[in-house]
Protein backbone atom coordinates (compact mmCIF):
# COMPACT_ATOMS: atom_id res chain seq x y z
CA UNK A 1 0.00 0.00 0.00
CA UNK A 2 1.33 3.29 -0.51
CA UNK A 3 -0.34 6.45 1.75
CA UNK A 4 -2.17 8.80 0.37
CA UNK A 5 0.45 11.22 1.66
CA UNK A 6 4.04 11.42 0.16
CA UNK A 7 6.71 13.09 1.88
CA UNK A 8 9.55 14.03 -0.76
CA UNK A 9 12.86 15.11 0.02
CA UNK A 10 14.68 16.77 -3.16
CA UNK A 11 18.79 16.81 -2.63
CA UNK A 12 21.36 18.50 -4.37
CA UNK A 13 23.54 15.61 -4.60
CA UNK A 14 23.33 11.42 -3.85
CA UNK A 15 23.69 10.43 -1.12
CA UNK A 16 21.45 12.65 0.27
CA UNK A 17 22.33 14.45 3.62
CA UNK A 18 20.71 17.23 6.00
CA UNK A 19 23.25 19.33 4.54
CA UNK A 20 22.63 18.52 0.60
CA UNK A 21 18.84 19.00 1.14
CA UNK A 22 17.19 21.75 -1.34
CA UNK A 23 13.97 20.95 -0.86
CA UNK A 24 10.65 18.93 1.16
CA UNK A 25 6.95 18.84 -0.06
CA UNK A 26 3.86 16.68 0.56
CA UNK A 27 2.59 15.24 -2.54
CA UNK A 28 -1.29 14.45 -1.85
CA UNK A 29 -1.41 10.72 -4.45
CA UNK A 30 -5.08 9.41 -3.48
CA UNK A 31 -7.58 9.69 -6.10
CA UNK A 32 -10.01 11.87 -3.66
CA UNK A 33 -8.15 14.70 -5.52
CA UNK A 34 -7.74 15.56 -9.00
CA UNK A 35 -4.06 16.10 -10.63
CA UNK A 36 -3.76 18.29 -13.79
CA UNK A 37 -0.80 19.03 -16.50
CA UNK A 38 1.05 22.06 -14.54
CA UNK A 39 0.49 21.35 -11.34
CA UNK A 40 3.32 22.36 -9.31
CA UNK A 41 5.15 20.60 -6.04
CA UNK A 42 7.01 23.24 -4.39
CA UNK A 43 9.42 23.93 -7.44
CA UNK A 44 8.44 20.95 -9.17
CA UNK A 45 6.16 20.75 -11.81
CA UNK A 46 3.85 17.65 -13.39
CA UNK A 47 4.38 18.13 -17.21
CA UNK A 48 3.85 14.56 -18.10
CA UNK A 49 2.06 11.41 -17.06
CA UNK A 50 0.94 8.31 -18.39
CA UNK A 51 -1.79 5.85 -17.88
CA UNK A 52 -2.92 2.77 -19.08
CA UNK A 53 -6.53 4.49 -20.09
CA UNK A 54 -5.31 7.70 -21.29
CA UNK A 55 -1.52 7.05 -22.11
CA UNK A 56 1.59 9.60 -22.24
CA UNK A 57 -0.09 13.05 -21.69
CA UNK A 58 2.11 16.03 -21.64
CA UNK A 59 1.74 19.86 -21.49
CA UNK A 60 4.99 19.95 -23.97
CA UNK A 61 4.83 19.65 -28.17
CA UNK A 62 5.93 16.86 -29.55
CA UNK A 63 8.71 18.42 -32.27
CA UNK A 64 8.90 15.99 -35.47
CA UNK A 65 11.82 17.16 -37.19
CA UNK A 66 12.04 16.90 -40.99
CA UNK A 67 15.50 18.95 -42.07
CA UNK A 68 17.31 19.72 -45.14
CA UNK A 69 20.61 20.53 -44.65
CA UNK A 70 22.62 22.25 -47.41
CA UNK A 71 26.22 22.99 -47.20
CA UNK A 72 28.15 26.26 -48.32
CA UNK A 73 31.32 24.43 -48.60
CA UNK A 74 32.75 24.83 -52.05
CA UNK A 75 34.35 21.16 -52.60
CA UNK A 76 34.38 19.20 -55.94
CA UNK A 77 34.35 15.65 -53.80
CA UNK A 78 31.39 14.78 -51.16
CA UNK A 79 31.16 15.84 -47.53
CA UNK A 80 30.85 13.56 -44.68
CA UNK A 81 28.84 14.38 -42.23
CA UNK A 82 28.91 13.21 -38.07
CA UNK A 83 26.75 14.88 -35.98
CA UNK A 84 23.84 17.43 -36.47
CA UNK A 85 23.12 19.99 -33.61
CA UNK A 86 19.61 21.61 -33.39
CA UNK A 87 18.81 24.02 -30.78
CA UNK A 88 15.33 23.90 -29.69
CA UNK A 89 12.53 24.89 -27.48
CA UNK A 90 13.22 21.64 -25.61
CA UNK A 91 16.95 22.01 -25.33
CA UNK A 92 20.00 21.15 -27.62
CA UNK A 93 19.14 17.93 -29.62
CA UNK A 94 21.87 16.01 -31.16
CA UNK A 95 21.08 13.75 -34.69
CA UNK A 96 23.41 10.73 -35.20
CA UNK A 97 23.70 11.31 -39.27
CA UNK A 98 27.43 9.21 -39.11
CA UNK A 99 27.54 8.09 -42.45
CA UNK A 100 25.49 10.45 -44.09
CA UNK A 101 26.30 12.13 -47.52
CA UNK A 102 26.09 15.78 -48.68
CA UNK A 103 26.58 15.26 -52.37
CA UNK A 104 28.67 18.45 -54.30
CA UNK A 105 26.70 21.25 -55.36
Known amino acids: DVEAN ?6 SSAPGTPETLLQ ?12 FLKDRFGASQLVEFENPTQGLNSCQTRLIYD ?3 GSDIKSESEVILDTFFVQTNEGPRVFDVRGQTLSPG
Not at 6 to 11: A, E
Open 24 to 35: TLVFHSSCSQNL
Open 6 to 11: MNISIY
Open 67 to 69: LNV
